[in-house]
Each structure stands twice: as structure tokens, then as C-alpha cells.
């Protein structure tokens, strides 16, 4: 019988009520007293010399508060805003670091770019004011085409003049080399892993507001992970002690991982907010964001697969060109490198593995993490060359990925990771079923006879998540820990508060960690409060992102609780008058093993706040614990996906018309939950698949900026979904046994999607196709197939 | 948005007076015009919202015509019987402009006056041959539309109703754009009483909507989805931007207008 | 500027309004109902439908000077008298049908529309009807399956109370 409670159960999510009723509390939500309004003039052109920004104008427009421009950034002597990893390259050399100041200083790199803020007693007239700001620019020829950015002679940065940030490898290049050399069929493809606009429905905001009282600054922003905004932004750009600094990230509407970063805007309105003695609000429109919001993906890359007459895989290569983007973001030079490159051994046994990777600057938005982060691309370049190699050598997807699944664990990859356990058999095996796999050709014939062309496309993922081991990441060139905190705080009467440092934006952490805390202490959910999001409140964070919140803040929080266990131990033990090493702890209650005496968790916290009959010599009274996580490894999420789509050849259309799921996520807490995110995880790889571009042209302007360009995947665009998690096989090294869920669906989706669509286009003699599969694009190939066959 | 006044006139002669001044700027539904607005591509001095206006507003069966006012709302054209008794095509219409919250306040004369070369309803206009009524005078649509967001309006000219022959039979078969939703290219097929057929075409045309000679006259010959096949669609003129190129809007014609002929087969 | 007057959620509330003011403007920083969301600003997302005169209107596609005199529905008014959620709310719980929570006020109004003129819809008249209305985190799998829980619920109530 399915449990009602506890892990496993699939909970109501308790966040509901308040958003259901329009009272969810998002930070465009708040406005603080006597506040003001700020208005980015951001730079219209891709690339320019900045000669002279004049304010005088807009400075005495009514409601004008002051207006700031990048000299008041120099002269206030204010840091840029900083990069949190750094890459050694395969010379190792460091990679290049140009500053990245809060408002342009000389040039703007970037459509978008910040040249002026004006602060104003509204926003109108903030807007109103901006449009006086007379801006005085020379346009330099734009780099946007990372193929050729090395060559154009035009420098997004005087420090890289080749627009190179850095040319990385990782793997044996000989050993994958002497493979190919002596491979039976060598399988090459080129791709583009199209740029994407996260898009969290929440356009963001930030709140600076500066106590002159208390010397105090608070920031009220739209943030995955406070704790690392006021790290970054206090010690690098501010200069604001943490004691002084107070960071709240409220209600989140989204995140996808373009929340992580900590933004200028989030320096400027603290900052400024200083100045001015008076709080400072921006919240950003849709148009906005998609020229400030950091983007993703954006890989251009060849590989070449080798393998042996059977199809065993020898070696594989890859040659990718990633974009940065104008500036350094704040995870962005390890999202190609450690969270790509070292996924390119997916569930196979490839001996032998070489990546390279070319991070280039471009007058375009800084490219980040967005869900998935540099997996996706992994598991985009893999999946889909496995397919055309199946298609070159004439057989089945699925049977050639058998041939090459790792069974055995723990297996040490090519590319330096180690998975430490995983099933690849049971998800695929189940994933067919689901599918109906042996039904397709039938499927296909009936479509057949409508005039449409079927097509089904196989995925087999592996994701490295529960981002990380800080050891590992401190030599890969991290430059923060990414452990995670807990503090459990046992109240008098037994109610339990727990501080995390994992943010909660739609992941349901409210639920879910309630559910874990309540298993562990044999108390209703209902008496444990989850505290998140704000800096003031919860000891300290790395935050949310990587799949990560239960795999390492949710083992933080069960570390925590062992230790209020431990110590309540002592306490029952006294009160019993037993031996502490007699105490066993079950169902909410200290009991004296093999006798009936006992204690109710309840009871031994009263006592811990009431130390009348105390162990007063021993320890301390009251019960709270904070524990800091460190995950010893990543945790190693698999699943395969099966997409199937029908083709209407005349407008090259493209519906899915089935897309099912089998994940293994290890241990599951809340179903429910684990669902929903695998189902928003497929939408975003199917949009990214069918959908979204975020098409620069050559002068580096934005022409899908909007709504009206960027396709967004509606309901009518998508199927109901077919997921099932699997019965998993637990992570071997975390206390829940989890692996993490959050990315998984956008990042086994998008090949999936495209492996279908070749499929159905394969009697054209087409081997791929590049995303979005737009009728566009669909059709196009298909007229260029046909031209081809006929001369053929 | 900038700054601009704003008024809600309840009979049309206050409405022409209103739009007598200088920078003013007529609103039927505002589905269109207000995001305009809201990135600042307009600044009028005053905005004269039509909506109020109960006269502009209704549809109704005149001997072999509909007429249907200037101020009737996408949601009240889709769901007609009216309108679908008479122009089958126009409830198809009606019912794929937008979405469910844009059809509520979004109108037939706020479509047509603003000519966005993606919008439905002057595919139909032209398809079925209709008279434009305005607070002056009838417009012809064939004399209607000038071009990209261009009409035969004039200067504080108002459309009042818009009167439809009705059909033998209609159809309009809408290929989307994937992100705005409007028409990629969306064709309009009218069979008209005296055996003519008439193709609107709308979201291909560089200049706009447009009619398609070839078409009508192979279908008026021989109403079969096979004669359009025979039909040269020529690329040029089409409009190009990312989500299609010329030739594929030229194919896209073809198709649906072929798709349009097997609905009504 | 000039002083009007809605009844929002069955109270008269009456504020300031310029002639550009949107009416998700003048509910949210005159009326203080924040639970109205702006999301996009092409008029396209939906996070900010609410109902006017008992239609679904996009908030921020209609002024608020256009809505003097009207009675307008928010996301604060599908509650039950009692506190308790509404059909439709307790559909999207029930179902799962929210995440970051952002959008769902949108949807909500939108399928209170939607399953007033059409008590049993299709999954494919869902989907359509949703048009509207962007959500970035469910995939609308679960909004789709609360739409068709919130029908049968409301289909269910109606037949008990012949």
C-alpha cells in the first residue's frame, strides 16, 4: 500500500495554499518604505567604444533622483562582478578574466549591456528620464559567430585578443587516436547545441535597502542561493562584511539555473541604495530579460565515434567551440569543461575518451548553466552520434547501445568520474515496454497511410548531479565549496524548525524536507517548519542547482537530525536512568532497548529547555544541531527516454506524439514531486529540441528577443507524458540513497526528440538534422534531401 | 508607456470628435496596440478606446450579406450561430486569432485597421470580397489594404461594421508562426454564389496580405485539390524572416490552400 | 489622473489611475493585490488573466481607466468564503498541477473561464484553451490533469445539487 506519509509517500505539496490564492510572496511583491525606482539604459549595440554618456538631461527630469553611469561605479572604486570557477587550460595557463564592471566602463560588449541606471520616485519617470540620457558611441565590428571569433580581428577584450577564454582538454588524445586508427567505421558528426533563454516565469527583481541606523545593508532578490549572491557580492563587489549583509531571496518564480548568478543589478540597487540613504528597486521586463538573464547552451561541436566491426565503441572525440558570451558568469567556464566533458562516457564502455573544448568570448548575453548545464550538450552529442553510427551500420538503437552499456560498478570512466552505481538495462528494458517498441512499424504504416512520416528516437542519459565534492571541485578550479548546511532546531514542545540552505523556487523543499525530517524523527510533518532562502535566518548555503537539494541538502539535514538524536540520547538516558549506550531512538520515542521504559522525542526536548532533571555536567542544555554536508561523490542519475513523433512532409511539421520516460533516481522521497519535475524537464529539452533559438545575426542583435520570436512550448505544443520512475538503485554514498531528478528530463529529451525525427526522415537519406526541428528547418531538409536523392 | 490621456467615448460622433485631435489615436480591443504601446513604438497624445461604444458592437444577417460591427469581439464572431450559418470559414477564423483571453477583448475593426501582415481577419476580408463601412464611407477590400500596416483609412476615419457576402462555402486553414502564434502563412477559401473561387492569403505576403490570381482561377475551373498542384506559386514577394523563407512560404500557400479545397470536399 | 471605481472580488475598492495605467498595474501598487502576475510584457504569458465583467482578460493588455464601474475576479477571490480553495484550486494541489507557483494564477482563472463555457472539455480543448497562458516548470501535464479533475469535481457538484 502506497505510504501516506514520510518518504516515499506522494505528499500534497503544504507551498500550494499560498500561491493557489494569490499569496505567494514573490520580491516584485514587496516594496519597502520611501522607496525608489531604477531604470537600466542598456546599450542598443552589440559593440561599441563608449565616448561619452551625458546625464545632465536626465538629471533634472521631474522625479529624478540621481542618475549613475559606469564613472560613478570607477570612481566609488567598486569590484566587477566576479567569476566563480576558474579553468586551467590544456597548457595550463589560467584561463583569460576580463573585468566585468557592474555598469559599462569605455565600451559596452553586449546588446544589453548596463550604460546608465536612473533612479527616480517612479518608474515611469525612471523610463521617461533614461530616453534624455545622450549616449555617445562608435560601433566596432561585432563578434558573434564563435567559429569565427579567433580570426575576425575585432576583440571583445583587450585581454583576449583571439576572443579566446580558454582551449581546455580532457582524456587520453593518444590512446583515442591509436583506436580510431585501427576502427573498423568511424561515425563523424557536427552540431549546434542551440542557445536558450532560461525564461523562469518570474522576470527578476532586486531590492537594495540600506539601514544608515545599523550600518546594514538588506537585498531582496530573486536568487536560487542568497548565501553565494552575498558572498560574491559582499566580498568581491561591495565590500560589505556578511555580519553586515543580510540577503533574502522570498518566493522565486523559476529558476532553471539563470538565478544562480549573481547579476550587477543585485550590486546596484544595494549599492546605490547606500548612496542615496533611500531603497532602490529594479525588477526587470520580459524584453529585458532576455538581454540581461544569462543564457545557455550554445555549443558548436564535431565528434567522431570509433568503433569495432560489431559495433563495439573504441574511442570517442570531441571538438566543441562553446560560447561565454561577453562576460564571465558566475559558473559559466565550468559548464563546458567539468559538467561536459566528463560526461562523455554516458552509460558506455568507451576505452577511451578525448574532449576539447574552446570557450570564446562574443558580443552576445554571458551564456551560464541552465537546466541540465553542459549535461545536456554531453548527452546531446552522444546520444545523437550513437544514432547515426546505428544508422550508418544498419542496426537497432537500442541494440547497439546494449552492446556498449556499463554493467559492472563502481566504473571508472575515461573522463574522470566514477559512477558509483546504476542499472542501465532495467530503464531501457522498461522504457521499450512502456513504448510499445516492437509496435512501432505498425504505428508507422498507419501513418503512413495518412501521409505523415513516423519516426521514434531513443535516449539513453547519465547525468553527474548532486554538484559536489569540494575537495574535487577546489582542484578542477572552483572557487567557493559546494557543501550544503542544515540547522535543526528542536523547540521546547517538540515542533522542530529546520534551516536549509537549499532554496526552494518550485522544487517543493517545503514538502519534501518535511517528509525526510519527520521519517527520521517519528514526528507528523505537520510539526516541522522548513526555513529557506534567507541569509539572516539559515547558517549558510551553497544553494539549489545541479540536481542537488536532497542528495546534499537533504544529507545535511539528516546529518543535523542524527546529531540532535545523538544528544537527545544523553538526555533520555539520564532521564531514564539507563545507560546512554541502551538507548535506541525509533518512532519518536528514546526507549531503553529490550524494556518498556521510554521517553517521547517531545518529552526529551522539554527537558533539554526545562534542565530541572538535567545531565547539567555532561552537556548543554536546549537541542539544536547544524551540520554542514560535503558529498563525498556525484550522484550518478540514468535513464532512457523514447520519443515518437510524426512528420507531415508538406509543411514539416512535427508533433510528439508519445514520449515516455524511465528514470532511476535512486531512493524516491515524494513521487509526486519527482514526477512534476521530470515532466517540466521534458518541456524544456522538447522546447529546446522543437522550439527555442535565441538567434543573434551578424550585428549581434537579439532577433528572437521576445515572446513574438522565441517560441515558448505551450500545452497544445506538448503530449501528456509517460514517466515512470524506476525501482532505482540507490546512491552508495549519500544517507537517503537519492540521486536527484531536477534536470534529468531536459537533458535526455532533446536527442530523443531529434533522434526521432531523423528516424522519420530516413528514407530521405537525411542523418541529422540540427534544433530546433522547426517546420522551417524540417522542411527545408527535406526539399534539400530530395534535390540530393534525385541526382543521385 | 508614455504618458497619454486616455477616454472611453459611448456614441461615435464623440468618438470622430475626439480623434480630432492632434496625436489621437483610436483603440478597438487593444490586443494589438497595447503591447505597441508598452514598448514605446507609439505615443499618441490621446487614446480614443472604442469599446464603449454600444453601436459598433453586433452581428447580423442582411439578405445575403453579414454584417458585423466594427466593435464585435473575436470571441463573439467564433461563437456566432449567426456567423456560423452563414461563413463557416470566418467561426474557424475567429476562433484560432490568439488565445482565449485575446478573443475576448480583441475586434474585427481593431484587426482590420491595424492590417498586421500576420493577422486572420484580412485574409477573410478579402477572400470573401467584403465592404468596409466606415463613419464616411464603404471601402471595397480589395482597395482596403495598402501594404504593411497601411489601410484606405484616412485621418479620423473609424470603421464602423464590415459587411460579408455570404458564401456558397469557406474555410480558413491557419499554419501558425511557432513563437507569436500569428499566421506563418494562413490561407482564406471562399466559394462564392457565382461559382468564383477566392484565395486571401495572410502572414506570407512582403506587402501584406494579398489574393492569389493562380489559384483562383485554376480552383474556379476545376474545384479539385490536384489543381492547385498545377499551380506556379512563385517565392517572390514572400517575406522572409526567421521562421520561414520565401520559398517556404510559397510552399506553404500551396498546402493549405490544398488543405482548404479537401475541407470543403 | 482620475479616481475609479471596481468592485474587485465583491468589494467596491476605488484608486488613483493615469490614462496609461494597466489594470495588473492599479490591482498590484493601487490595490495591493500582488497575487496578479506580470510575466512577459507582449501580452503573451497569462500570468496576469483575470476576469472583467466575467471574462478572461489579460491584466496587463487592458487599462484600468477601461474597468471603471467594472467587477473584476483576482486569483485573491476563488477561495471559498471559508479560506478553503476553491474547486479549482484544490485540483491544481490535488493534481500537482504548480511549482515555482508563478503562472498559477493565470491558469486558474483561465480554466474557471474556460470550464464555464465548456463543463467537459477534451484534453485537446485544454490544451487549446490554454493558449494563453506560459508555464516553464510542469510541462502542463498536471495542469491539464487538474483542469480535467476541477471538471469532473464541478460536474459532480452540479449533479449532486439537482
Given at each position: 500500500m502506497a505510504k501516506d506519509s514520510g518518504i516515499g509517500a506522494a505528499v500534497k505539496r503544504r507551498e500550494d495554499a499560498r500561491f493557489l490564492k494569490g499569496r505567494g510572496r514573490y520580491t516584485d511583491d514587496m516594496n519597502r518604505p520611501n522607496q525608489t525606482y531604477a531604470y537600466i539604459l542598456r546599450s542598443w549595440s552589440a559593440h561599441a567604444t563608449l565616448n561619452s554618456v551625458d546625464t545632465e538631461a536626465a538629471s533634472a527630469a521631474p522625479g529624478v533622483v540621481r542618475v549613475f553611469t559606469g564613472k560613478d561605479i570607477e570612481e566609488a572604486g567598486l569590484g566587477g562582478v566576479p567569476c566563480g570557477w576558474e579553468i586551467t587550460d590544456k597548457h595550463g595557463e589560467k584561463m583569460k578574466e576580463p573585468p566585468h564592471p557592474i555598469l559599462a566602463i569605455g565600451k559596452v560588449r553586449h546588446v544589453g549591456d548596463p550604460i546608465a541606471v536612473v533612479v527616480a520616485e517612479n518608474y515611469q519617470q525612471a523610463r521617461d528620464a533614461a530616453e534624455m540620457i545622450d549616449v555617445d558611441m562608435t560601433d566596432l565590428p561585432a563578434v558573434v559567430d564563435m567559429r569565427t571569433a579567433e580570426t575576425i580581428g575585432s576583440a571583445v577584450h583587450d585581454e583576449a585578443t583571439d576572443n579566446l577564454c580558454y582551449d581546455w582538454e580532457l582524456g587520453d588524445g593518444e590512446a583515442a587516436d591509436k583506436a580510431f586508427a585501427e576502427a573498423a567505421h568511424i561515425t563523424t558528426l557536427e552540431l549546434i547545441n542551440n542557445r536558450l533563454v532560461a525564461n523562469p516565469m518570474e522576470p527578476r527583481c532586486a531590492i537594495g535597502d540600506y539601514d544608515e541606523d545599523a550600518d546594514h545593508y538588506t537585498l531582496y532578490t530573486t536568487s536560487q542561493n542568497p548565501h553565494v549572491i552575498r558572498l560574491l557580492m559582499g566580498a568581491f563587489v561591495l565590500s560589505i562584511p556578511e555580519h553586515k549583509l543580510r540577503v533574502y531571496a522570498p518566493d522565486?518564480?523559476?529558476?532553471?539555473?539563470?538565478?544562480i548568478f549573481h547579476y550587477a543589478e543585485e550590486a546596484f540597487v544595494t549599492w546605490a541604495s547606500a548612496q542615496l540613504k533611500r531603497p532602490v528597486k529594479w525588477t526587470s521586463d520580459r524584453s529585458e530579460a532576455f538581454i540581461s538573464d544569462a543564457h545557455g547552451r550554445d555549443h558548436v561541436t564535431k565528434a567522431e565515434l570509433a568503433m569495432d566491426a560489431e559495433g563495439k565503441f573504441l574511442a570517442l572525440r570531441a571538438d566543441t567551440r562553446a560560447n561565454m558570451g561577453a562576460y564571465l558568469s558566475t559558473f559559466a567556464p565550468s559548464i563546458p569543461t567539468w559538467l561536459h566533458g566528463t560526461l562523455l562516457a554516458g552509460q558506455y564502455l568507451t576505452p577511451a575518451v578525448h574532449v576539447r573544448v574552446r570557450a570564446m568570448f562574443t558580443n552576445t548575453v554571458p551564456v551560464d548553466a541552465y537546466r541540465g548545464a553542459g549535461r545536456p550538450e554531453a548527452t546531446y552529442l552522444l546520444e545523437r552520434i550513437i544514432n547515426k553510427a546505428a544508422q550508418e551500420m544498419g542496426m537497432d538503437q537500442a541494440e547497439l547501445r546494449r552492446k556498449n552499456f556499463i554493467r559492472s560498478f563502481p566504473y571508472a570512466t575515461p573522463v574522470a568520474l566514477e559512477y558509483d552505481t546504476g542499472d542501465y538495462d532495467a530503464t531501457l528494458d522498461a522504457v521499450m515496454e512502456m513504448a510499445d517498441y516492437k509496435g512501432f512499424e505498425a504505428r508507422k504504416a498507419e501513418s503512413a497511410s495518412r501521409g505523415k512520416l513516423r519516426g521514434i528516437g531513443l535516449s539513453c542519459y547519465i547525468e553527474a548531479c548532486g554538484i559536489a565534492p569540494s575537495s574535487l571541485v577546489g582542484s578542477l578550479g572552483a572557487r567557493a565549496g559546494l557543501y550544503e548546511a542544515a540547522t535543526i532546531r528542536v523547540n521546547p514542545t517538540g515542533s522542530v524548525t529546520v534551516m536549509t540552505g537549499s532554496h526552494s523556487h518550485g522544487q517543493g523543499h517545503e514538502t519534501t524536507f518535511a517528509q525526510v525530517v519527520s521519517d527520521a524523527l517519528g514526528i507528523p510533518a505537520d510539526q516541522i517548519e522548513i526555513v529557506h532562502g534567507d541569509t539572516d535566518k539559515i547558517p549558510f548555503g551553497m544553494g539549489t542547482y545541479g540536481s542537488r537539494s536532497l542528495a546534499v541538502g537533504g544529507s545535511a539535514i539528516v546529518k543535523a537530525v542524527d546529531k540532535v538524536v545523538a544528544k537527545g540520547k544523553k538526555i533520555a538516558a539520564h532521564l531514564l536512568e539507563a545507560a546512554e549506550s541502551d538507548i535506541v531512538f525509533e518512532d519518536g520515542h528514546y526507549k531503553v532497548a529490550g524494556t518498556d521504559k521510554a521517553k517521547a522525542f517531545a518529552e526529551v526536548s522539554l527537558a533539554a529547555y526545562v534542565p530541572h532533571n538535567y545531565p547539567i555536567e555532561e552537556i548543554e542544555p536546549g537541542l539544536e544541531e547544524t551540520a554542514f554536508y560535503d558529498p563525498k561523490n556525484f550522484t550518478y542519475p540514468a535513464g532512457s527516454y523514447l520519443c515518437e513523433v510524426e512528420v507531415d512532409p508538406e509543411t514539416g511539421k512535427v508533433e510528439i506524439v508519445a514520449l515516455s520516460a524511465s528514470d532511476d533516481f535512486g531512493n524516491v522521497v515524494n513521487p509526486m514531486i519527482v514526477e512534476g519535475q521530470v515532466h517540466g524537464g521534458l518541456a524544456q529539452g522538447i522546447g529546446q529540441a522543437m522550439l527555442e533559438n535565441a538567434t543573434y545575426d551578424e550585428h549581434g542583435q537579439l532577433v528572437a528577443g521576445s515572446y513574438m520570436d522565441y517560441a515558448m512550448p505551450l500545452a497544445v505544443d506538448l503530449p501528456s507524458f509517460n514517466v515512470e520512475t524506476a525501482e532505482g538503485t540507490p546512491c552508495t554514498h549519500n544517507p537517503l540513497g537519492v540521486k536527484g531528478c531536477g534536470e534529468a528530463g531536459a537533458i535526455g529529451s532533446p536527442p530523443a526528440v531529434v533522434n526521432a525525427v531523423v528516424d522519420a526522415l530516413k528514407d530521405y537519406g537525411v542523418d541529422h538534422i540540427d534544433m530546433p526541428v522547426t517546420p522551417l528547418r524540417v522542411w527545408t531538409t527535406i526539399q534539400n534531401a530530395s534535390v540530393k536523392q534525385a541526382a543521385e | 508607456m508614455y504618458s497619454f490621456d486616455y477616454t472611453k467615448p459611448t456614441d461615435l460622433s464623440a468618438a470622430v470628435d475626439s480623434l480630432g485631435t492632434e496625436g489621437a489615436q483610436a483603440m478597438g480591443g487593444g490586443q494589438t496596440l497595447i503591447p505597441v504601446l508598452k514598448q514605446r513604438l507609439s505615443q499618441p497624445s490621446i487614446l480614443v478606446d472604442l469599446s464603449g461604444i454600444e453601436s459598433l458592437k453586433g452581428i447580423r444577417r442582411m439578405g445575403d450579406m453579414l454584417v458585423i460591427g466594427a466593435g464585435t469581439t473575436h470571441g463573439a464572431v467564433a461563437g456566432s450561430s449567426d456567423v456560423s450559418g452563414a461563413i463557416a470559414g470566418l467561426t474557424e477564423l475567429a476562433g484560432k486569432i490568439g488565445d482565449p483571453q485575446v478573443r475576448n477583448r480583441g475586434t474585427i475593426g481593431g484587426s482590420l485597421a491595424n492590417n498586421d501582415p500576420a493577422a486572420c481577419y484580412p485574409s477573410a476580408a478579402l477572400a470573401l470580397g467584403a465592404t468596409i463601412e466606415t463613419n464616411k464611407r464603404e471601402i471595397a477590400a480589395d482597395d482596403f489594404f495598402q501594404g504593411l500596416y497601411a489601410t484606405a483609412l484616412e485621418e479620423g476615419e473609424v470603421i464602423t461594421a464590415v459587411k460579408f457576402p455570404i458564401p456558397v462555402a469557406s474555410t480558413y486553414q491557419k499554419f501558425e508562426?511557432?513563437?507569436?502564434?500569428?499566421?506563418?502563412t494562413s490561407v482564406f477559401l471562399a466559394k462564392m454564389a457565382d461559382g468564383s473561387v477566392r484565395v486571401g492569403v495572410t502572414g506570407a505576403g512582403a506587402d501584406g496580405v494579398f489574393r492569389h490570381a493562380g489559384l483562383e482561377q485554376a480552383l474556379s475551373a476545376n474545384f479539385a485539390a490536384s489543381a492547385v498542384d498545377g499551380v506556379e506559386v512563385s517565392a517572390e514577394g514572400m517575406s522572409n524572416d526567421l521562421h520561414a523563407t520565401p520559398e517556404f512560404r510559397a510552399n506553404l500557400v500551396k498546402v493549405m490552400t490544398k488543405r482548404a479545397v479537401e475541407a470543403l470536399s | 489622473m482620475s479616481t475609479i471605481s471596481i468592485t474587485v472580488n465583491g468589494k467596491q475598492k476605488s484608486g488613483d489611475a493615469q490614462g496609461n495605467t494597466l489594470l495588473v498595474d492599479f490591482l498590484r501598487s493601487e490595490l495591493k493585490m500582488t497575487g496578479t502576475h506580470v510575466g512577459c510584457d507582449t501580452s503573451q504569458c497569462g500570468a496576469c488573466v483575470v476576469h472583467v465583467n466575467g471574462e478572461s482578460v489579460k491584466s496587463c493588455s487592458v487599462f484600468a481607466s477601461a474597468c471603471d464601474g467594472a467587477t473584476v475576479t483576482t486569483i485573491e477571490g476563488m477561495a471559498n468564503d471559508d479560506g478553503s480553495l476553491g474547486v479549482i484550486q484544490a485540483a491544481f494541489q490535488e493534481q500537482h498541477g504548480l511549482q515555482c507557483g508563478f503562472c498559477t494564477p493565470g491558469m486558474v482563472m483561465s480554466i474557471a473561464e474556460m470550464l464555464k463555457n465548456n463543463p467537459q472539455p477534451t484534453e485537446a480543448e485544454i490544451r487549446e484553451g490554454l493558449k494563453g497562458n506560459i508555464c516553464r516548470c510542469t510541462g502542463y501535464h498536471n495542469i491539464v490533469k487538474a483542469a480535467q479533475s476541477a471538471a469532473a469535481a464541478l460536474a459532480g457538484a452540479a449533479q449532486a445539487a439537482e
Open positions: 522565486v518564480g523559476g529558476g532553471f539555473g539563470t538565478k | 508562426q511557432p513563437a507569436s502564434r500569428f499566421s506563418l | -
